[in-house]
């Protein structure tokens, strides 16, 4: 409603199933490409025992053009390619659920809503990066901070929409990551390399493996700092420059000035956030509502530089 029809400029397609008989179960797998671009689609696999089994699954990276494969054909690839992802026969497993569903993203997030006493969480509120699942992992990581804003928000009687969207701030950590999802897309009549998308993401993951658990761990988590990618970014450019030229034309020169905006403010938020630290004691006397804003600020720079880590 409060969108009116906008199109989302991406969407994340995932298909999966929950089945017994997997000759091995006691492992998972957080992101697995074994096939070149096939489709337009560079397919990403997941994988990790559950209750009833193993859980798999198949998942891509697009934009909403309507030419784009449908989930009924994204599963038929699923089934298609599980047996050589898992190394198993089709008739050996026993299916208990079979999954689908598609999770737009918005460059234009979070969403700021046009009424009073009205907060958006979750999938609604837009907060989550394009390249993750959904929303409910991003509500999860932000509990705290939402659950403290909106007691504060009650307590202060600030229920207007000016003072409910500094409680879902931008975040440049999540703006960045908009470079990331457009890295791992093919545009419907884009001419990319079969594996450039696999050789880009081998050396990044490579180097960030080289840098230490420090560096890697966090975006494992969609958690982005300044400091691991910037390490990051400086590493692959320096040992594997061949895999990051080919990035420019493939994203294009406008995301390509809009990523580097994001980048400028999350290094600018990396600095605000120990810098508002210090002036918190300071200011505890301030009234209801200019410390309603403080706090607001103060958690926006945290969680947009990924210091909540």
Request: glycine letters at 8%; hydrophobic letters at 40%.
């Amino acid at each position: 409603q409060v969108r009116q029809g906008q199109k989302p400029e991406g969407v994340c397609l995932v298909v999966g199933s929950c089945a017994q008989g997997y000759p091995k179960n006691d492992m998972g797998d957080l992101i697995v490409s074994f096939t070149p671009i096939q489709n337009q689609c560079q397919y990403f696999w997941e994988a990790f025992p559950a209750r009833d089994g193993r859980t798999t699954y198949l998942f891509t990276y697009l934009d909403a053009n309507p030419e784009r494969p449908s989930l009924e054909f994204l599963c038929d690839e699923y089934f298609r390619l599980l047996p050589e992802y898992q190394g198993v026969d089709l008739s050996q497993l026993d299916f208990k659920r079979v999954l689908f569903g598609f999770f737009p993203s918005y460059q234009k997030s979070p969403l700021r809503m046009p009424w009073n006493r009205i907060l958006p969480i979750g999938d609604s509120s837009g907060g989550q990066s394009p390249v993750s699942f959904g929303g409910f992992g991003s509500m999860v990581r932000h509990l705290k901070r939402l659950s403290n804003g909106i007691h504060e928000a009650l307590d202060y009687d600030l229920l207007d929409r000016n003072a409910l969207a500094q409680l879902q701030p931008y975040q440049p950590n999540i703006g960045v990551t908009w470079m990331f999802q457009r890295t791992m897309s093919v545009g419907i009549k884009q001419q990319l390399a079969p594996n450039q998308i696999n050789q880009l993401l081998t050396g990044v993951f490579q180097a960030m493996a080289n840098l230490g658990d420090d560096v890697l761990k966090p975006f494992l988590q969609d958690v982005v700092k300044f400091s691991g990618l910037s390490k990051t970014l400086f590493v692959t450019s320096l040992t594997k420059p061949g895999l990051v030229v080919p990035v420019i034309p493939q994203v294009g020169l406008t995301m390509l000035l809009d990523w580097m905006v994001h980048y400028s403010n999350l290094a600018l938020y990396s600095s605000l956030y120990p810098a508002g630290k210090l002036l918190s004691g300071m200011l505890t006397t301030l009234p209801p509502k200019p410390r309603y804003y403080y706090h607001r600020w103060l958690e926006a720079w945290r969680y947009g530089s990924g210091g909540d880590y």
